[in-house]
């Protein structure tokens, strides 16, 4: 099996959110990719042998599943802001759907601001697409992956206080989430809405 890699991204500074923050955040990230690639070994290594204790290999792979969701979630929240911020292209496909499901761009994400601003507990609020429907759907994901609906994600907030409280207090999420969603380069989460 191919082992993960680090990605890098080139994410300039962020109005709203810290160096520091960002940098610790990085290397969170990077800890999901390195635990991932050790419970795939110890799951190569528990099929090898035989499972064994039934207990040892539901652990590894529930555990693959939670670590999984992490690195991929992380690599859409980070690329999302590359090379900075930039708006949504009026008459896109991103942005034709937006507006036909939501009426407007700015309620559209709005509505994501919304839904981070209620979730309890951690984890993310995702958009997802369903292609096959012409849906998007915002959903609020536990952990990394409780209450996926295993659709393609064309964007991710991170709702992990991790990814804020360097910066702000909870009871001003809200503001983090305003300065994640103005540094989104929407041109690149419109390339993602197309690929996926
Ligand atoms: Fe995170």
């Given at each position: 099996?191919k082992?993960?890699?680090?990605?890098t991204f080139?994410?300039?500074?962020v109005?709203?959110?810290?160096e520091?923050?960002?940098e610790?955040?990085?290397?969170?990230y990077a800890g999901?990719?390195?635990?991932?690639n050790?419970?795939?070994t110890?799951?190569r290594?528990?099929?090898?042998k035989?499972?064994?204790?039934?207990?040892?290999l539901?652990?590894v792979?529930?555990r693959i599943g939670f670590?999984?969701a992490?690195?991929?979630?992380?690599?859409c929240?980070?690329?999302?802001?590359?090379?900075?911020?930039?708006?949504?292209?009026?008459?896109?496909?991103?942005?034709?759907?937006?507006?036909?499901?939501?009426g407007s761009?700015?309620?559209?994400?709005?509505?994501?601001?919304k839904?981070?601003?209620?979730?309890?507990?951690?984890?993310?609020?995702l958009?997802?697409?369903?292609?096959?429907?012409?849906?998007?759907?915002?959903?609020?994901?536990s952990?990394?992956?409780?209450?996926?609906?295993?659709?393609?994600?064309?964007l991710a907030v991170?709702?992990?206080?991790h990814a804020?409280?360097?910066?702000?207090?909870?009871?001003?999420k809200g503001?983090y989430?305003?300065?994640?969603?103005?540094?989104?380069?929407?041109?690149t989460?419109?390339?993602?809405?197309?690929?996926r």
């Amino acid at each position: 099996m191919k082992q993960y890699e680090v990605k890098t991204f080139s994410i300039p500074k962020v109005d709203g959110i810290s160096e520091k923050a960002m940098e610790i955040h990085l290397g969170l990230y990077a800890g999901y990719v390195k635990n991932l690639n050790a419970h795939y070994t110890a799951l190569r290594s528990l099929c090898e042998k035989g499972p064994g204790d039934p207990t040892v290999l539901s652990a590894v792979t529930r555990r693959i599943g939670f670590e999984l969701a992490g690195v991929l979630n992380h690599e859409c929240f980070f690329s999302a802001l590359e090379n900075g911020p930039s708006a949504c292209t009026e008459g896109s496909p991103l942005h034709a759907q937006v507006i036909k499901q939501f009426g407007s761009f700015d309620g559209f994400v709005n509505g994501v601001k919304k839904t981070a601003e209620v979730m309890r507990g951690i984890g993310w609020v995702l958009v997802v697409h369903d292609k096959e429907k012409e849906t998007l759907h915002i959903v609020w994901v536990s952990d990394h992956e409780l209450g996926n609906v295993n659709l393609p994600v064309v964007l991710a907030v991170d709702m992990w206080e991790h990814a804020y409280l360097l910066d702000y207090v909870p009871a001003e999420k809200g503001s983090y989430v305003d300065a994640y969603l103005q540094a989104v380069n929407w041109k690149t989460v419109e390339d993602t809405f197309v690929a996926r």
